[in-house]
């Protein structure tokens, strides 16, 4: 085998090897949402109220299905199969993960805003054991209030109005909200990205000068939100736990194949102009 095959199939086994971590985080984080789930309060709309508490599992299982499909699509399927049934059904399914992918976003909003709203505890925290109070420890992080924890939790402590029998300490109230806070700009970031992606696709397949200067400026607005990608599994590397940091990073690497796909692509359209543009 010559060096430059062993390259190639060692690229594939490491891209491939990344998509499998990323599917394998769905299940991670539908137990992590399963164990918090069941300290939300009840809402009058199950279905939001679910979109809410499972967002992160929503919004891995949706863009696992986009990233495969864009996979297959850049450098799997020939370009001269992208059509008919075969089409229909690959923008049928991106449609239902992008919106599945939006409900996320809405979920994580509303998880933040959520956290927003606390009052002060009116009594002892000691006085609440009886009535299975938890604590929020950080974001998606309960323990029970009991009675050999309770006089740790002060006059400070905080009732969270948006969950049901959850007080918290002010500074894990807070890093509850950054988290979410950040939740929400992580995922509000990699929309972006995706839709930069489609019109590097789908439009970016001129090579004049004025396209030339649109790529660079496309490139700029990429590398800034990458920049706030690196910069949200940085704080959740030491914020977060290990799942959200650990996520983020295999994200990254997966967006990293998914750009090296596009760029060989488009090196393809500018040697050959005529060839058609993959339907993407």
Same mark, same amino acid.
């Given at each position: 085998?010559?060096?430059?095959?062993?390259?190639?199939?060692?690229?594939?086994?490491?891209?491939?090897?990344?998509?499998?971590?990323?599917?394998?985080?769905?299940?991670?984080f539908?137990?992590?949402?399963?164990?918090?789930?069941?300290?939300?309060?009840?809402?009058?709309?199950?279905?939001?109220?679910?979109?809410?508490?499972?967002?992160?599992?929503?919004?891995?299982?949706?863009w696992?299905?986009?990233?495969?499909?864009?996979?297959?699509?850049?450098?799997?399927?020939?370009?001269h199969?992208?059509?008919?049934?075969?089409?229909?059904?690959?923008?049928?399914?991106?449609?239902?993960?992008?919106?599945?992918?939006?409900?996320?976003?809405l979920?994580?909003?509303a998880?933040?805003? #959520?956290?927003?709203?606390?009052?002060?505890?009116?009594? #002892?925290?000691?006085?609440?054991?009886?009535?299975?109070?938890?604590?929020?420890?950080?974001?998606?992080?309960?323990?029970?209030? #009991?009675?050999?924890?309770?006089?740790?939790?002060?006059?400070?402590?905080?009732?969270?109005?948006?969950?049901?029998?959850?007080?918290?300490?002010?500074?894990?109230?807070?890093?509850?909200?950054?988290?979410?806070?950040?939740?929400?700009?992580?995922?509000?970031?990699?929309?972006?990205?995706?839709?930069?992606?489609?019109?590097?696709?789908?439009?970016?397949?001129?090579?004049?000068?004025?396209?030339?200067?649109?790529?660079?400026?496309?490139?700029?607005?990429?590398?800034?939100?990458?920049?706030?990608?690196?910069?949200?599994?940085?704080?959740?590397?030491?914020?977060?736990?290990?799942?959200? /940091?650990?996520?983020a990073?295999?994200?990254? /690497?997966?967006?990293?194949?998914?750009?090296?796909?596009? /760029?060989?692509?488009?090196?393809?359209?500018?040697?050959?102009?005529?060839s058609?543009?993959?339907?993407?």
């Open positions: 085998m010559s060096e430059s095959v062993l390259s190639y199939q060692l690229y594939r086994w490491a891209k491939y090897f990344i998509y499998a971590m990323l599917t394998l985080n769905i299940w991670f539908l137990a992590e949402e399963l164990a918090s789930a069941e300290f939300a309060l009840e809402a009058d709309d199950t279905a939001v109220m679910g979109i809410q508490l499972f967002s992160a599992t929503l919004d891995t299982l949706a696992v299905i986009l990233l495969l499909l864009f996979e297959a699509e850049t450098a799997v399927i020939p370009d199969r992208l059509k008919g049934l075969l089409r229909f059904v690959i923008h049928a399914v991106r449609m239902l993960c992008t919106l599945a992918i939006c409900l996320a976003f979920g994580y909003i998880e933040w805003t #959520t956290l927003l709203s606390s009052m002060p505890v009116t009594e #002892t925290a000691c006085s609440l054991v009886s009535d299975n109070w938890v604590v929020m420890l950080k974001l998606d992080e309960f323990i029970p209030l #009991t009675v050999d924890n309770c006089a740790q939790w002060g006059s400070d402590a905080r009732v969270v109005s948006g969950l049901e029998h959850v007080i918290a300490a002010p500074s894990g109230l807070l890093a509850a909200q950054r988290l979410a806070l950040v939740d929400v700009v992580n995922a509000g970031a990699w929309i972006l990205v995706v839709v930069l992606l489609e019109i590097d696709v789908r439009v970016l397949t001129r090579w004049d000068e004025m396209a030339r200067f649109v790529v660079r400026i496309w490139n700029s607005i990429k590398l800034a939100l990458y920049a706030t990608l690196i910069a949200a599994a940085i704080f959740w590397g030491f914020k977060g736990n290990f799942l959200d /940091f650990w996520d990073a295999l994200w990254l /690497f997966a967006f990293v194949f998914i750009e090296l796909n596009v /760029f060989e692509w488009q090196q393809e359209i500018r040697d050959d102009p005529d058609s543009q993959p339907d993407v």
